[in-house]
């Protein structure tokens, strides 16, 4: 790699992709309840909003002093600009975690097979080792062309070493056959299809070189710019809260930061984002009950109690966002 880090030799590095809501973060904090006490693992998270929320969620369960650093590439696909947002930021990770392993996460709505194009350049030949590549698809979603006809969707499959459909005990008898099938169409052909629930992945699934990918592609268009700064690096000004919005791939993005004085009422948050009609929504809130982490997709709300945060941040994705969201956060305020 560079001189700065001459030690790190053949990392294991995995990717782990799928679709908006499909519980890759939740995969992820299982996998990291494996990790060997001895080892030190860097997950780097890619997120669509440009808010960054999945670093908070799994530094609130998981510290550096448990051996667990993270990096977040918030504002959309990460190998824009033949990847230096995300050559950066894994740079800074390698560096300071000297890991033992290596878990990428781009987003749902992300290009991982230029995510590994990345990983897999001359340039990173010796710090890395290309293990498997992990995607995760909700079978019951292969019924509606939303998914079936969305490039991202289908290149997720198409690239993965291994197919986890997760959720499982939410299917219907015909989702494991149709997953199965869709795969033998679309995926490569040593893919093997494997069923889950709760994103409960073995360790030893992670072991296991990719067997390669056709690079050819034609390249996609990106919906942000690198020279504007990242909502997520920028100061929250006077009024208390930061406001963010990205849009692409036939979705919106809209996040928003709060200083760390603004606390909200639980009570009143819970019941608005238990009404939330989107595609998928993750926060994290200092409440006046605790700090607490969110998780919306289209089958539940899910809670989690988190150790701490530095400011409360929410972002929100569907194909369209209701502008009065954030009139309703604020109501959210304890007085």
Same mark, same amino acid.
């Given at each position: ?6 030690? $790190?030799?053949?990392?294991? %590095?995995?990717?782990?992709t799928?679709?908006?809501? /499909?519980g ?8 990291l309840?494996?990790?060997?006490? =001895?080892?030190?693992?860097a ?8 808010i960054?929320i999945?670093?908070?969620l799994v ?28 050559? $950066?930021?894994?740079?800074q ?8 392993? /290596?878990? $990428?996460?781009?987003t ?13 350049a001359?340039y990173y ?7 498997? %590549? !992990?995607?995760? /698809?909700?079978?019951?979603k292969l ?6 006809e969305?490039?991202t969707?289908? +290149? ?20 494991k ?5 869709y ?8 893919a093997? /299809? !494997?069923?889950?629930? +709760? ?19 034609k ?15 920028l ?7 930061l406001?963010?919005? =990205? ?14 004085d603004?606390v ?14 989107v595609?998928?929504?993750k926060?994290?809130? $200092?409440?006046?009950e605790?700090?607490?982490?969110? =998780? ?5 709300? %899910? ?29 959210c305020?304890?007085?």
């Amino acid at each position: 790699m560079s001189s700065n880090s001459p030690d $790190i030799k053949s990392v294991p %590095t995995n990717i782990i992709t799928g679709f908006l809501g /499909v519980g890759k973060t939740s995969a992820i904090l299982h996998l990291l309840k494996s990790k060997p006490d =001895n080892e030190r693992w860097a997950v780097l998270v890619n997120e669509f909003g440009e808010i960054g929320i999945d670093g908070a969620l799994v530094q609130g369960q998981r510290t550096e002093e448990q051996g667990v650093f993270i990096r977040e590439v918030p504002g959309g696909c990460m190998c824009c600009a033949a990847g230096l947002p995300m050559q $950066i930021a894994l740079n800074q990770l390698l560096a300071k975690a000297r890991p033992d392993r /290596v878990l $990428i996460e781009p987003t749902g709505l992300g290009h991982p097979k230029e995510v590994l194009q990345v990983l897999s350049a001359e340039y990173y030949q010796d710090a890395l080792s290309i293990h498997k %590549t !992990l995607t995760l /698809v909700d079978a019951r979603k292969l019924t509606d062309p939303r998914y079936t006809e969305h490039e991202t969707f289908n +290149q997720q499959i198409a690239i993965g070493d291994l197919i986890i459909g997760n959720k499982q005990d939410l299917y219907n008898d015909e989702d494991k056959a149709r997953l199965a099938n869709y795969v033998e169409k679309i995926g490569q052909a040593h893919a093997e /299809v !494997l069923y889950t629930q +709760q994103g409960e992945i073995e360790f030893s699934l992670l072991d296991g070189s990719t067997k390669g990918f056709s690079f050819a592609s034609k390249s996609h268009h990106h919906h942000h710019h690198d020279s504007k700064p990242l909502a997520a690096d920028l100061p929250i000004p006077d009024q208390g809260f930061l406001f963010a919005q =990205n849009e692409g791939e036939g979705f919106q993005s809209a996040g928003w930061r709060f200083s760390p004085d603004k606390v909200f009422n639980y009570q009143k948050l819970f019941a608005l984002l238990t009404g939330l009609c989107v595609e998928r929504m993750k926060a994290v809130f $200092i409440t006046d009950e605790g700090v607490v982490g969110y =998780n919306l997709t289209s089958d539940a709300l %899910t809670e989690i109690q988190l150790d701490d945060c530095l400011e409360s941040r929410i972002e929100v994705i569907s194909d369209k966002i209701d502008v009065s969201l954030e009139a309703q956060l604020l109501t959210c305020l304890s007085d």
